[in-house]
Protein backbone atom coordinates (compact mmCIF):
# COMPACT_ATOMS: atom_id res chain seq x y z
CA UNK A 1 0.00 0.00 0.00
CA UNK A 2 1.16 3.24 -1.32
CA UNK A 3 1.75 6.03 1.45
CA UNK A 4 2.27 9.81 0.44
CA UNK A 5 3.08 11.70 3.87
CA UNK A 6 3.02 15.66 3.12
CA UNK A 7 4.68 18.30 5.98
CA UNK A 8 5.87 21.56 6.30
CA UNK A 9 2.81 23.89 6.21
CA UNK A 10 1.62 26.47 8.39
CA UNK A 11 0.87 29.93 8.83
CA UNK A 12 3.61 32.66 7.20
CA UNK A 13 3.26 36.30 6.24
CA UNK A 14 3.60 37.24 2.80
CA UNK A 15 6.71 37.46 1.28
CA UNK A 16 7.46 34.56 3.73
CA UNK A 17 8.64 31.00 2.72
CA UNK A 18 8.06 27.60 3.21
CA UNK A 19 9.06 24.36 2.16
CA UNK A 20 6.74 21.50 1.82
CA UNK A 21 7.99 17.64 1.54
CA UNK A 22 6.12 14.60 0.74
CA UNK A 23 7.62 11.33 1.57
CA UNK A 24 6.21 8.65 -0.11
CA UNK A 25 6.21 4.67 1.27
CA UNK A 26 5.12 1.30 0.31
CA UNK A 27 6.75 1.29 -2.74
CA UNK A 28 9.81 3.08 -4.42
CA UNK A 29 8.76 6.45 -6.94
CA UNK A 30 11.89 6.41 -9.06
CA UNK A 31 10.02 5.68 -12.36
CA UNK A 32 7.13 7.93 -11.60
CA UNK A 33 6.00 11.52 -11.84
CA UNK A 34 4.68 13.54 -8.95
CA UNK A 35 3.11 16.46 -8.58
CA UNK A 36 1.47 18.65 -6.06
CA UNK A 37 -1.65 20.44 -6.24
CA UNK A 38 -3.62 22.78 -4.19
CA UNK A 39 -6.85 23.50 -3.23
CA UNK A 40 -8.47 26.67 -1.65
CA UNK A 41 -12.12 26.86 0.05
CA UNK A 42 -14.75 27.16 -2.39
CA UNK A 43 -12.17 25.88 -5.40
CA UNK A 44 -11.53 23.25 -7.52
CA UNK A 45 -8.08 21.37 -6.95
CA UNK A 46 -5.67 23.12 -9.24
CA UNK A 47 -2.08 21.91 -10.69
CA UNK A 48 0.79 23.85 -9.10
CA UNK A 49 4.14 21.97 -9.99
CA UNK A 50 4.79 18.74 -11.42
CA UNK A 51 8.43 16.45 -12.29
CA UNK A 52 9.38 14.00 -14.21
CA UNK A 53 10.69 10.83 -12.57
CA UNK A 54 14.08 11.90 -13.39
CA UNK A 55 13.51 15.08 -12.47
CA UNK A 56 14.75 16.64 -15.80
CA UNK A 57 11.08 18.05 -16.62
CA UNK A 58 9.46 20.24 -14.43
CA UNK A 59 6.37 22.55 -14.78
CA UNK A 60 4.56 25.51 -13.18
CA UNK A 61 1.28 26.75 -12.95
CA UNK A 62 1.40 30.25 -13.94
CA UNK A 63 0.74 31.29 -10.77
CA UNK A 64 3.54 30.39 -8.78
CA UNK A 65 6.20 30.25 -11.91
CA UNK A 66 9.48 32.38 -10.16
CA UNK A 67 8.04 31.85 -6.55
CA UNK A 68 7.60 27.82 -6.26
CA UNK A 69 10.59 24.95 -6.98
CA UNK A 70 9.65 21.01 -6.89
CA UNK A 71 12.60 18.91 -6.58
CA UNK A 72 13.04 15.22 -5.95
CA UNK A 73 15.28 12.97 -3.60
CA UNK A 74 15.58 9.85 -5.17
CA UNK A 75 17.08 8.05 -2.24
CA UNK A 76 14.97 9.65 0.41
CA UNK A 77 11.79 9.13 -1.67
CA UNK A 78 10.72 12.40 -1.09
CA UNK A 79 9.35 15.35 -3.08
CA UNK A 80 9.82 18.88 -2.38
CA UNK A 81 8.16 22.27 -2.84
CA UNK A 82 10.04 25.22 -2.28
CA UNK A 83 7.94 28.32 -1.69
CA UNK A 84 8.83 31.68 -1.61
CA UNK A 85 7.41 34.73 -2.17
CA UNK A 86 3.91 33.80 -0.55
CA UNK A 87 1.13 35.60 -1.09
CA UNK A 88 -2.04 35.25 0.33
CA UNK A 89 -3.90 33.62 -2.49
CA UNK A 90 -1.36 30.90 -2.17
CA UNK A 91 -3.36 30.08 0.76
CA UNK A 92 -4.56 26.56 0.36
CA UNK A 93 -4.75 22.88 1.10
CA UNK A 94 -1.31 21.45 -0.67
CA UNK A 95 -1.31 18.26 -1.75
CA UNK A 96 1.58 15.82 -3.31
CA UNK A 97 0.42 13.43 -6.25
CA UNK A 98 2.06 10.01 -7.61
CA UNK A 99 1.07 9.41 -11.23
CA UNK A 100 1.27 6.49 -12.27
CA UNK A 101 -0.81 2.99 -13.44
CA UNK A 102 -2.10 3.69 -10.28
CA UNK A 103 -2.32 7.16 -9.13
CA UNK A 104 -1.94 8.24 -5.13
CA UNK A 105 -2.36 11.11 -3.17
CA UNK A 106 -1.28 12.30 0.64
CA UNK A 107 -3.54 13.74 3.36
CA UNK A 108 -2.67 17.82 2.51
CA UNK A 109 -1.10 19.96 4.63
CA UNK A 110 -2.46 23.45 5.30
CA UNK A 111 -0.68 26.45 3.83
CA UNK A 112 -1.74 29.85 5.46
CA UNK A 113 -0.42 33.32 4.24
CA UNK A 114 -1.79 36.37 5.69
CA UNK A 115 -1.59 39.54 4.71
Known amino acids: QVQLIESGGGLVQAGGSLRLSCAASGRTFSNTGMGWFRQAPGKERESVAYISWSGGITQYADSVKGRFTISRDVAKNTVYLQMNGLKPEDTAIYYC????????WGQGTQVTVSS
Open 97 to 104: KMYGPSTY
